[in-house]
Nanobody, 126 residues
């Protein structure tokens, strides 16, 4: 019943921008923190960002701080990841994740999530 669906991926040039969306169904998105992860071929999954239930607290991996911004629109049951100043190193499949058990964004990168989207491909290349 609970599903997450990512969208907004695509091909962009270095320095460009992209906005990813994570739309939820089957549960009230605004009640849960939402996290973004990414995984490139041959590399382990990396925690990218997390936003708290209220939206008042956000967390970012060091590799994306200052370039990415996470936000949420509870009325639309959607979480966004605005990605600016994109680098080739950002190329990966991006996933959003959630869990029915409350968790803190401070430990989001290591939390065992119950729900994952299928991912959206982001490619940064000239």
């Amino acid at each position: 019943q609970l599903q997450l669906a990512e969208s907004g991926g695509g091909l962009v040039q270095p320095g460009g921008s992209l906005r990813l969306s994570c739309a939820a169904s089957g549960f009230t998105l605004n009640y849960y923190p939402i996290s973004w992860f990414r995984q490139a071929p041959g590399k382990e999954r990396e925690g990218v960002s997390c936003i708290s239930r209220s939206g008042g607290s956000t967390y970012y991996a060091d590799s994306v701080k200052g370039r990415f911004t996470i936000s949420r629109d509870n009325a639309k049951n959607t979480v966004y990841l605005q990605m600016n100043s994109l680098k080739p190193e950002d190329t990966a499949i991006y996933y959003c994740a959630a869990d029915e058990v409350p968790y803190s964004c401070s430990g989001f990168a290591k939390w065992e999530y119950g729900y994952w989207g299928q991912g959206t491909q982001v490619t940064v290349s000239s």
